[in-house]
């Protein structure tokens, strides 16, 4: 089975600021790599999918990379809307696989 | 507009049966698989199961193999989760998802608002 090593598990930043998340498989996943976020009380929200596209409706200040096994989401200006708890998804291999979530909270 | 909506959740004892249903609408549902996503209180995501979008391929979490059947109703665009033999273990919030599909990806592009399952006695 493929686990999804995320971190941080919690982040505190202001708004206006560049924060970074990261995901490594533990194998390969080639691109089927995607990012979720999650409000309190809500179903998640597809941001990422394919590792580095943005789903129709996402603000462009959210994006995502891959450098082998290792996958990131960058978010550039935060915004206040996008205080919420973030996770990456493995979809390339049954079982499907969760990171472990972030937590990103207002500093 | 896509929806998915869960009903079927509720309080059940421990070892006992419930059986969620998941309600498409806005879209071709016979064209899509569909994703069960669990996600007990104060946790992460869990997936639980895939159905395919004929039904003819299902794919589970090791957690409820054995115990949880997924079917689907393509006449009425439902989907379904069959769960036996319930314990603490199982109490979440369970959502439905669509599967898309683009070139090198599969994501979840469209959930339910989810229905919780609470396993106590």
């Known amino acids: 089975d493929i686990q999804m090593a995320q971190s941080p598990s919690s982040l505190s930043a202001s708004v206006g600021e560049r924060v970074t998340i990261t995901c490594r498989a533990s194998?390969?996943?080639?691109?089927?790599l995607n990012w979720y976020q999650q409000k309190p009380g809500k179903a998640p929200k597809l941001l990422i999918y394919?590792?580095?596209f943005l789903q129709s409706g996402v603000p462009s200040r959210f994006s995502g990379s891959r450098a082998g096994t290792d996958f990131s989401l960058t978010i550039t200006s935060l915004q206040p809307e996008d205080f919420a708890t973030y996770y990456c998804?493995?979809?390339?291999?049954?079982?499907?696989?969760f990171g472990q979530g972030t937590r990103l909270d207002i500093k | 507009q896509v929806q998915l909506m869960e009903s079927g959740g509720g309080v059940v004892q421990p070892g006992t049966s419930l059986t969620l249903s998941c309600a498409a609408s806005?879209?071709?549902?016979?064209?899509?698989?569909i994703h069960w996503v669990r996600q007990a209180p104060g946790k992460g995501l869990e997936w639980v199961a895939t159905?395919?979008?004929?039904?003819?391929?299902?794919y589970f979490a090791d957690s409820v193999k054995g115990r949880f059947s997924a079917s689907r109703d393509n006449s009425n665009d439902k989907v379904f989760l069959q769960m036996n033999t319930l314990g603490a273990e199982d109490t979440a919030v369970y959502y439905c998802?669509?599967?898309?599909?683009?070139?090198?990806?599969?994501?979840?592009?469209?959930w339910g608002q989810g229905t919780l399952v609470t396993v106590s006695s």
């Open positions: 394919g590792a580095t």
């Open positions: 194998e390969s996943v080639s691109s089927y």
């Open positions: 159905i395919s979008y004929d039904g003819t391929n299902k």
């Open positions: 806005g879209f071709t549902f016979s064209r899509f698989a």
């Open positions: 998804q493995q979809t390339y291999s049954k079982p499907i696989s």
């Open positions: 998802a669509r599967e898309g599909r683009a070139s090198a990806a599969d994501y979840l592009d469209y």
